[in-house]
């Protein structure tokens, strides 16, 4: 950047305030998009599992569709959690646990579980003493953290954090409790499905998530946020693989989405085109090679 | 109140250690199971499935030792 574009970017034009009223007009709308995601990948999760054990598909081809299809199950509750699926309407915020949790069967989990720990990580971004997803993101290697996120429910140090929250705060201890009810359930249904169908549920259920999650620890975490530093404009970076955006779930602009939580993620690309002159002024990382136009091509 | 609450506590952790074991015997038992009719065809069934769920709950007793709650 030159010193001519740092002192506009520096300029009062760029006001904290004035960036507040750009991001909210990108702010309150319904997802609908999250919404049909969810149960179209749902409905073809299900569909493969009706085909395999019909004998019209083979186990195989069955396990690369449940594959793709598991990898869209995470956004649709992620959205849930920051009530995107109800946007401005408190009449519909129920719509954003229902449809979080349905979107989150194939990967075997609890939306109210994913949704306290989640929040937590937005407030503490990269502290290791706060951070739910310090330990899978803040390692070396890729292969460490597709490891490493399959071990937040026995890693000693996360259940610490999450018993010190639990200590400070009863509604945190009772999202856990509850959320943890519908995880238990989840996993005995799993059990039971294996016992009468194991080939299936191994390919079909257990696999493709176990792939997935570690896929999600890798793109959603790692990525954007290792050897980043606490802090609201330096905590996630924009980065770049040379892959379509849309095979990342567009997590090269995660830093959108931790800069203005409230931003529906099919928003983001805009919202990143409008607030990039701000980006670059509070020297966000990366911010620097953020395209002026995001389409679907591979940020290159 | 409270000593009888963290009783609770305790008798709930000690499910939760062991729920680890109970998931490999049922899941991985049956996985295993599945898996060596299908590649073995035994003749005796009944060995390979005892057999099988062995397997599973010496998975799952590794699994609690070693802590490895991505089996689940």
Known sequence: MTDSQMYYYQSSELSHDQEKEIARAFMGRIEWEMIVIAFTQFFVWCLVWYLVITSTIPLWLGFFISLISTSFAYLPSHAGQHGHLSGNHKNLEWVNSFVGQISLIPLARSHELLKVLHMKHHAHTNDPEKDPDYFHTHVDSWFEAALRVHNQGSDERIEKMVNDYCDKDPEFKKSIDRGSMVQLFIVLTQMVTAFFFPLETLFLWWLPLKIITSYLGLVFSREPHNGLEIGRHSDTRFWRNGLPRFLNHSMQIHIMHHMYPKICHHDEPKAIEALRPFMIAKNMPGADDIPEKISFNPLT | ?72
Do not use: H
Not at chain 2, 7 to 17: G, P, R, V
Not at chain 2, 24 to 51: C, D, H, Q
């Open chain 2, 1 to 72: 109140m409270n000593e009888k609450s963290s009783k609770t506590e305790d008798k709930i952790s000690i499910i939760e250690q062991w729920f680890i074991v109970l998931f490999a015997f049922v899941f991985f038992g049956s996985v295993f199971n599945a898996a060596t009719i299908y590649f073995f065809e035994p003749k005796n069934e009944l060995f390979f499935t005892v057999a099988s769920y062995l397997a599973g709950f010496l998975f799952g007793l590794l699994a609690k030792y070693k802590k490895w709650g991505w089996i689940v």
